[in-house]
């Protein structure tokens, strides 16, 4: 895929509904529904959103709650707010993150130890 | 206080409850319940399989149980934690494995759509490659409810269908509208200036 | 390095490894390890021993089984029984049980 610029939902954008596509999404506004990325989505501080989400990588510096599934990683940075389930093989919380709900990674636990 | 700390070595196996008021480090094994007032430490050998109620937890090994703590939880890049944990500050670095829920209290949870004045920037939708990923899921076609009178100088989008919005819609042609909007705000000053 | 069951640590269950174990808190129930045992001062076992080595200065309650040596300091307090090949018992300690030496 040629390397074009992340699409961007700005500040004063509201939108309601499905959101999918195969580029990197940043979001500054709002987004309620569902969004289905093939890419990197990064909610910005001043995003808001509420939606089930399924990204490769999510990136999440504002406000969120829905549920998440993501194929590669999801990072939840300080003074983020998560509400939800995520479901990723690699789940980053920051210092100062506020969160609340479900991790899966997959934590293999040799059976001797148990 | 806690003028002492406690070292479990990596041979060490502990079966039954353990409290205390100074920090634990773990390198062996410990099953039952661990009650500190300070901080508990799970170094990369350690194998705790217990409910633990501590102040800190810095667990680098393997824990299997729920896990209390007044203070904070930082699972680092060796550890493994199966479990549910309740702490105002939760730390998961990349590299840890974790499985259950995570509870950090009450967060002032997402507001509605927020009001706004200004945009930073227009919204730029790219035009999407020639191949359309797997469709998402359509909704129910309606139009997006009415926002609050603030916003009156946006129209609001509709998204009549899922999917990706391509080029040729009214989205795209807004983008282009900031000079024009831009202009007719100036002339909305001048206007009311004229007034007084 | 060491195993030390601090001063403000209880341990209510059973303790058992290969290493040396230092107990300045509390521990009630069952130790069992490879190496030594050392009760410090401040340290109360309420639990049946079975070690390599004891040395008590502080409050033993239980039977010891040492496969080489248990020795009561002058400030250890033991009650009782031991089952060791070798005993030391300092001045000053306060004991009460049997003693069997046979190897």
Redesign the interface.
């Known amino acids: ?1 040629a390397a ?2 992340p ?17 990197d999404l940043i979001i ?3 987004v ?3 969004i ?1 990325l ?1 890419n990197h989505l990064t909610i910005e501080e ?1 995003g ?3 939606a089930d989400i399924e990204a490769e990588r999510l990136t999440i510096k504002g ?3 829905g549920n998440i599934t993501a194929s590669e ?1 999801v990072a939840v940075l300080a003074n983020a ?1 998560v ?1 939800g389930d995520i479901k990723s093989p ?20 040799p059976d001797g ?2 | 206080m806690a003028d002492t700390s406690t070292i479990v070595g990596q041979t060490i196996l502990i079966k039954g409850n353990l409290e205390g008021d100074e920090d634990l480090t773990v390198q062996g094994r410990i099953e039952g319940a661990i009650n500190l007032s300070q901080t508990l430490i799970v170094e990369p050998s350690g194998v705790v399989k217990a409910n633990v109620s501590v102040n800190n937890a810095v667990v680098s090994g393997i824990m299997v149980g729920n896990l209390t703590a007044s203070d904070s939880v930082e699972i680092t890049e060796t550890g493994r934690v199966v479990g549910d944990i309740k702490a105002p500050r939760v730390i998961i670095v990349e590299g840890a494995l974790f499985k259950g829920n995570v509870d950090m209290g009450n967060l002032e949870m997402p507001r509605p759509a927020p009001s706004t004045t200004t945009t930073r920037r227009p919204s730029y939708i790219p035009s999407p490659p020639p191949r359309r990923s797997e469709p998402a899921r359509p909704i129910p076609a309606r139009p997006a409810p009415p926002r609050p009178p603030l916003d009156e100088k946006k129209p609001p989008i509709a998204v009549p269908k899922a999917v990706v919005i391509p080029p040729a819609t009214k989205e795209t042609k807004k983008v282009e509208t900031p000079a024009p909007a831009a202009s007719r705000l100036s002339k909305k000053k001048v206007v009311v200036k004229k007034k007084r | 390095m060491a195993n030390v069951i601090g001063r403000s640590i209880v341990i209510d269950g059973e303790i058992s490894g290969d290493e040396d174990l230092v107990v300045q808190g509390t521990v009630k129930g069952k130790i069992s390890l490879k190496q030594s045992l050392f009760v410090e001062s401040s340290g109360v076992v309420e639990a049946d021993i079975d070690t390599q080595n004891v040395e008590i200065s502080g409050s033993v309650t239980g039977n010891i089984l040492a496969s080489d040596k248990v020795e009561l300091k002058s400030d250890g307090r033991m009650v009782g029984d031991i089952k060791a090949p070798r005993i030391l018992i300092a001045d000053g300690a306060t004991f009460k049980g049997n003693v069997d030496m046979d190897r």
């Not at chain 1, 699409?7 to 580029?23: A, C, D, P, Q, Y």
């Not at chain 1, 210092?95 to 636990?109: C, L, Q």
């Open positions: 895929m074009e610029p699409g961007v939902i700005g500040k004063g954008i509201s939108i309601r509904g499905n959101l999918s596509g195969e580029g500054e506004g709002a309620e529904g569902h289905s093939k001043t808001v959103v509420q406000e969120m709650s990683m707010k509400m690699v789940v980053v919380i920051e210092d100062g993150a506020g969160f609340k709900g479900n991790i899966e990674m997959d934590v293999p636990i130890i148990l």
